[in-house]
């Protein structure tokens, strides 16, 4: 089984290399530029094994509020929390899941994903 990553970041360099990063480590990759198009594609099929979204996006959803409503309506989904400003509290994040700070260490980001699959 190949595991499935959902990126979600609005800015396109980013999201690409993320995407690239996960891809070399094995990872099946889908993108979304913003939490509306990420809840639309997990609509559509929630195989998807970890969800790694950025805090600030475009639009009504934030990626609190996305990581939320995944972790209510598709709990088997692991959830990666990142971003370049503050970290937010540890109890406005959805349980079990991770925060990494931007500029985030690649090895450190697939670790973490491989720790929650794995859990």
């Known amino acids: 089984m190949?595991?499935?990553?959902?990126?979600v970041e609005d800015e396109l360099l980013l999201r690409m290399s993320s995407a690239e990063v996960f891809a070399d480590a094995g990872f099946c990759v889908r993108e979304a530029h913003n939490g509306e198009c990420a809840l639309r594609s997990l609509e559509e099929d929630c195989s998807v094994h970890i969800l790694f979204t950025d805090v600030h996006l475009p639009g009504s959803l934030d990626g609190l509020a996305v990581a939320h409503h995944t972790a209510r309506c598709w709990p088997h989904i692991k959830i990666i929390v990142t971003s370049g400003?503050?970290?937010?509290?540890?109890?406005?994040?959805?349980?079990?899941?991770?925060?990494?700070?931007?500029?985030?260490?690649?090895?450190?980001?697939?670790?973490?994903a491989r720790e929650l699959i794995a859990a």
């Open 2 to 7: 190949v595991p499935i990553v959902l990126i």
């Open 85 to 112: 400003r503050s970290q937010p509290d540890t109890d406005l994040l959805p349980p079990n899941s991770r925060f990494v700070s931007k500029p985030y260490d690649t090895e450190t980001v697939v670790h973490h």
